[in-house]
Nanobody, 122 residues
């Protein structure tokens, strides 16, 4: 099992930036991929971005392309999500996710963090 701990959420005005971090521990060698999902009130959990540790390939949801950047530090087992040009519709609980393979389906994620709240005011 992989343990994931997020940090960096908060309240920001529209157009602002936030950086989320997620540190992994435990059986990290079993997770070839780490990434982020988010869930707004009354909505399903949705894919945001993911990075493959081997090769560093990244994948983004269309709604965040050009505004969010995912990166990782393999030595620290930590993944980051730099969020720029934030919009009120980005408001959600952001969850760190670890999986064996790349997936945009929440049901296929292997491990979840506890979540961190991101609120964007207009």
């Amino acid at each position: 099992q992989v343990q994931l701990v997020e940090s960096g959420g908060g309240l920001v005005q529209a157009g602002g930036s936030l950086r989320l971090s997620c540190a992994a521990s435990g059986r990290t060698f079993s997770s070839g991929v780490m990434g982020w999902f988010r869930q707004a009130p009354g909505k399903e959990r949705e894919f945001v971005a993911t990075i493959r540790w081997s090769g560093g390939s990244t994948y983004y949801a269309e709604s965040v392309k050009g505004r969010f950047t995912i990166s990782g530090d393999n030595a620290k087992n930590t993944v980051y999500l730099q969020m720029n040009s934030l919009k009120p519709e980005d408001t959600a609980v952001y969850y760190c996710a670890a999986s064996k393979f790349v997936t945009d389906a929440a049901a296929r994620v292997g491990s979840w963090g506890q979540g961190t709240q991101v609120t964007v005011s207009s």
